[in-house]
């Protein structure tokens, strides 16, 4: 056990070519039973899959609630990859090394410490790995890699040798791309507004600049869904949906915290021995009150969020180096062997355990969806109902795909807006099968004879006839 961790320390404890080589062999190996007992697709995968699929970029910017950066990247992603678990998950291992790589060349750019070294991405390594669910495509890892040059630019406003005259536009425009891919990581804007303030010359141009530039995409946004006039509904059902639905879905806190208990430990550790120890550099300390001004603001968008594991993927920067601190400060090499052991032990077993067990305070079977509609296969599918499995092995059609967003619409058959927006969806991409269980479909029938001569009543569903 001693020579193996003289060989990771050697390898890690230096800003070498090779480190790289050795950490990518080393989360790739962590990984493996996972890639190769591969686990089948999430719900949240399956949705965001579906929504990848949409036939036209600017569907959407209509009747969707979800942030269209995340749409656009999954349909990218969809065309490249398909609907492959394997191919998914090792796109998302590749995202993750590329964020993790990323990660510690800007920490050895800044100079945090006063060696260069690799082990502040093998701790956010085995962060991030702390739950199985983190080796997918989400919203939060795309965002990810936005926040991480945001806050390398927010360091290099700090740093004495920056040139603090320095546009903030750049990092704006990173936390306006994260905030269009996760809607409330504009809550970021706030902490970095706030760091600039304590730890640099945050003046009023500066601020506006950068406040301008965190708005621009959204401004872009809204003038491209004026030009094709569904402004109105990407304000109502994005803006206005989001700030009125915070804080739903997910886990509980309370599983969040019994299913994260390792990480809270260590965290805890840390940042006791970084308020007791006082030999560190002005710069080492104001980039450390940094990374808690990103600490809060990562749990705080976490809770207004939906809550899942792979959410606190925004806490690993900040909790990677607030132990690195620590680990790095120990002088006896001994009790930095064992807590490194305790560490990499302690994250494998929660990373299997999340992925193996069957039942507990967070139940993980919840993520994966129970397919009720076997029947139908290689058809066109509207759901009007929280059914994804059927996006397996099946298209999405028309504009409505996203259930939590178009479910007002047909909860409301008598407002005309409504009746118009059925008839043009399906009169540009009418649906082979509309799943409907609680026959919300018939209203629109009846005021629309045309599409009710089309569709026939079997069972749950509407079925299109020749």
Not at 30 to 45: A, G, Q
Not at 96 to 119: A, D, G
Not at 317 to 325: A, D, G, N, V, Y
Request: aromatic share 14%; proline share 5%; glycine share 4%.
């Amino acid at each position: 056990m001693r020579k193996i961790f003289r060989v990771l320390h050697r390898l890690f404890h230096r800003n070498a070519p090779y480190s790289l080589i050795g950490l990518f062999i080393f989360l790739f190996l962590l990984t493996l039973p996972i890639l190769i007992d591969s686990s089948p697709l999430t719900v949240k995968e399956i949705k965001w899959m579906a929504l990848g699929k949409q036939h036209h970029p600017l569907e959407a910017l209509n009747y969707n609630n979800a942030p269209p950066l995340a749409v656009w990247i999954f349909g990218i992603l969809d065309w490249i990859l398909g609907s492959s678990p394997i191919m998914r998950k090792m796109a998302a291992l590749a995202i993750l090394f590329f964020e993790v790589v990323y990660f510690s060349k800007m920490i050895v750019h800044r100079k945090v410490f006063e060696s260069p070294t690799y082990i502040q991405g093998v701790v956010m390594g085995l962060l991030i790995l702390f739950s199985f669910d983190s080796i997918s495509l989400t919203p939060d890892l795309f965002a990810s890699l936005f926040l991480l040059p945001a806050l390398n630019r927010i360091m290099g406003e700090v740093s004495f040798g920056a040139d603090r005259r320095s546009p903030a536009f750049m990092l704006g425009l990173y936390l306006g791309l994260a905030s269009l891919c996760v809607f409330w990581h504009g809550l970021y804007l706030l902490a970095a507004l706030l760091a600039l303030a304590l730890f640099s010359s945050l003046s009023a141009r500066k601020a506006a600049s950068l406040t301008l530039a965190f708005l621009f995409p959204h401004l872009l946004l809204l003038l491209l869904s004026a030009c094709f006039d569904c402004v109105g509904n990407f304000i109502h059902f994005y803006y206005e949906s989001n700030f009125s639905s915070w804080s739903a879905g997910g886990f509980s806190w309370s599983s969040l915290f019994l299913e994260s208990m390792a990480l809270i430990v260590f965290l805890g550790i840390s940042l006791l021995q970084f308020w007791q120890r006082k030999s560190r550099s002005l710069f080492h300390s104001q980039v450390t009150l940094i990374m808690l001004l990103w600490l809060v603001a990562s749990l705080a968008a976490v809770s207004f969020s939906e809550k899942y594991p792979h959410s606190l993927i925004a806490c690993a920067p900040p909790i990677s180096l607030l132990f690195t601190t620590y680990i790095v400060g120990l002088q006896r090499k001994r009790r930095m062997e064992i807590l490194l052991w305790l560490f990499l032990i302690s994250m494998s077993f929660s990373l299997y355990w999340q992925r193996y067990k069957s039942k507990g305070k967070a139940d993980y079977s919840l993520l994966y969806p129970v397919a009720k509609y076997r029947e139908w296969q290689g058809k066109k599918i509207l759901a009007l109902c929280h059914e994804p499995s059927l996006y397996l092995k099946n298209e999405p059609s028309a504009m409505f795909i996203n259930w939590e967003s178009c479910e007002e619409i047909f909860s409301a058959p008598q407002f005309y807006e409504n009746q118009t927006a059925v008839a043009k969806a399906f009169a540009k991409d009418a649906p082979h099968v509309i799943v409907d269980p609680k026959n919300l479909m018939s209203d629109f029938l009846a005021h629309q004879p045309k599409l009710r001569e089309r569709f026939k009543r079997q069972g749950d569903c509407w079925v299109l006839g020749r």
